[in-house]
């Protein structure tokens, strides 16, 4: 983001001047407070503690995520992604299901940190077919613990067999 120090028109703290006339319909104050407000998300040590850089148009961005992350911690490993959200956690990820020679086939997750306590929900979906091309894959997740989750895939259509390389990417959400 730009700070206006130095520009021609502009005081010599970086202010918009009252005059000559402004050339927007906001008055000088409203459009200092503002680039004030932004100014500060970006450079306070609190928001995204960076010097201002006038090529670069992501700082404003950039500072919102850093100070979501800084909120909401994220642990990641092997297993997938947690998201602390302070009363409950959201956890993500990927998990391969193994060719079975019919038309369904189990799966077990394990989340990345543990639950307080039993997840409340945990859901997926196929990234493609059971055997590619048209057939879907089907991701029901019923049994649930602290720690993990088991499911069942099945195939759309049963006369298929499920083969390997399949992925079902999950989600969970349960108390912190």
Known sequence: ???????????????????????????????????????????????????????DNGQLLAAIRHMFLSAFPVTSNAYGHAIDCGTFKVQM????????????ATFDITFPVPFGAAAWHCSGNSTEGARGGWNAMTV???????????GIADAANSTQAIIGGRYIRWIAVGPS
Request: charged share 20%; net charge negative; glycine share 12%.
């Open 93 to 104: 990820g990927l998990v391969e299901v193994v060719a079975t020679g019919s038309s369904n």
């Open 140 to 150: 029901v997740v019923p049994y649930l613990t602290d720690t993990g989750a088991s």
């Open 1 to 55: 983001m730009r700070d206006f120090t130095g520009v021609s028109g502009a005081t010599d703290d970086g202010q918009a001047k009252v005059t000559p006339a402004p050339a927007t319909r906001w008055t000088p104050e409203v459009a200092n407070a503002i680039v004030q407000e932004l100014k500060k998300v970006i450079t306070d040590p609190t928001g995204g503690n960076v010097a201002l850089d006038p090529g």
